[in-house]
Each structure stands twice: as structure tokens, then as C-alpha cells.
């Protein structure tokens, strides 16, 4: 149990376009799910704190028009990198926390290098 | 503000050794306490984690953690190590309440295991 499905697992797009990045818990239902962005041999950066119906908490110096995220469903949190620049590759690790506790699961991460 | 300190970045030990990765923290009251694993290029995996009672806790693989309150510590320990386990681990911490239960983690700790 508690399994979260990230896709694409890696992605190559060129400089200027946008990707979109899915988050799926399997087997549970996920009010709140969290996007992290982590650079080589360092540690996780939470970016935002996505909720279900309602509009994402973005943590200081992220740029909400840049990463896009919807929480369409309980199951269903999408990331949106518009206009990506190299600057913007990186290893990018959603989460999802269990309604019915305080633990949080971890999706495989999906690695975007931007030429 | 919260902050989680591994002092280790690497650590090195034999197969068959035991081995204890540190972990303290800074919090206004005790959090929750995790220890995540993350294999290179991969997500992360829930070892185990404290809400509160027993403070000795049993995680998965064989690894366990030992609450000290008076110690802000959360240390992690496995009395044999295999090579499967050469990873890197991270601890991380969250409000009880409020803070949207956010984790901070700490910068991780490289493990390397020596055949």
C-alpha cells in the first residue's frame, strides 16, 4: 500500500516550452500533496503545498506563475513548468499525505533537463 | 525556526557492521520524527517514523530509531549493515500541528558500505 506514481520519470524538452508533470497516489486519498525540487547531492526543497480544490501554497522565492500546479482530484496533483529554461533542470519529487494520517509517501521523482 | 542538523554527510562502514546515522533537530515542541532512504535517482522511501509512545521504533530492513527528548535526537541504527543499504538517508521533521505538516529535512547522509 501507499504507493505514488510519478510521470513522465524523465523528461527532455527544449528551452521555452512547458512540461507537465503528474502525481498519482494509488491507493489512498491525498487532500494535500506536496512538490519538492532537489539539485545534485543535495537535500529536498519544498516548493508548494498542493490541496484539493483549492489554489497552491507557494514557499517563498517560487515563482507561482512559473510552476503551475492543480489538485483536480484526491488522487491527482499536476505540476506545470512553463517556459522552462536550463536553470529549471532538475530532479523534481512529489508527495502525497494519507488523509487518514500524518505520513507522507513519496513518488519517484521526475528528472527534467532542459537544453 | 525548525531546522534538522545530520552532521555526517558520508559515512563509510564494513558489511556486517553496525551503523548509526545522527540526527538532531530544532523545534518549539517535539514534531514528528521520519527517516527516509533514497536510492540514487529515485524517490524516497519511508524507513519509519515517531508520532509519539514507545520511543524506540521499528522501521523496515531491519532499521530502527530511538526518540531522545532531552537530546533533540532521532538517531538511526542497524545492527548488521548489507550492501543493499549503501543509500542516502535523510531525517525529517513536521509540526503536530499546524504548518500544514510540512517536513524540513536535514541535508542527508551518504552511506557507503565496504564489501
Known amino acids: 500500500g501507499a504507493v505514488v506514481s510519478q510521470h513522465p520519470s524523465r523528461v527532455i524538452c527544449k528551452s521555452g516550452t512547458s512540461v507537465k508533470i503528474e502525481c498519482r497516489s494509488l491507493d489512498f486519498q491525498a487532500t494535500t500533496m506536496f512538490w519538492y525540487r532537489q539539485f545534485p547531492k543535495q537535500s529536498l526543497m519544498l516548493m508548494a503545498t498542493s490541496n484539493e480544490g483549492s489554489k497552491a501554497t507557494y514557499e517563498q522565492g517560487v515563482e507561482k506563475d512559473k510552476f503551475l500546479i492543480n489538485h483536480a482530484s484526491l488522487t491527482l496533483s499536476t505540476l506545470t513548468v512553463t517556459s522552462a529554461h536550463p536553470e529549471d533542470s532538475s530532479f523534481y519529487i512529489c508527495?502525497?499525505?494519507?488523509?487518514?494520517?500524518?505520513?507522507?509517501?513519496f513518488g519517484p521523482g521526475t528528472r527534467l533537463l532542459v537544453l | 525556526a525548525q531546522s534538522v542538523t545530520q552532521p555526517d554527510i558520508h559515512i563509510t562502514v564494513s558489511e556486517g557492521a553496525s551503523l548509526e546515522l545522527r540526527c538532531n533537530y530544532s523545534?518549539?515542541?517535539?514534531?514528528?520524527l521520519f527517516w527516509y532512504v533514497q536510492s540514487p535517482g529515485q524517490g524516497l522511501q519511508l524507513l519509519l517514523k515517531?508520532?509519539?509512545?514507545?520511543?524506540l521504533v521499528q522501521g523496515i530492513k531491519g532499521f530502527e530509531a530511538e526518540f531522545k527528548r532531552s537530546q533533540s535526537s532521532f538517531n538511526l541504527r542497524k545492527p548488521s549493515v548489507h550492501w543493499s543499504d549503501a543509500a542516502e538517508y535523510f531525517c525529517a521533521v513536521a509540526p503536530i500541528t499546524g504548518g500544514g505538516n510540512k517536513l524540513t529535512f536535514g541535508t542527508g547522509t551518504q552511506l557507503k558500505v565496504e564489501l
Open positions: 523545534y518549539g515542541a517535539t514534531p514528528y
Open positions: 515517531y508520532f509519539s509512545g514507545d520511543t
Open positions: 508527495s502525497a499525505r494519507d488523509d487518514r494520517g500524518e505520513t507522507q509517501y
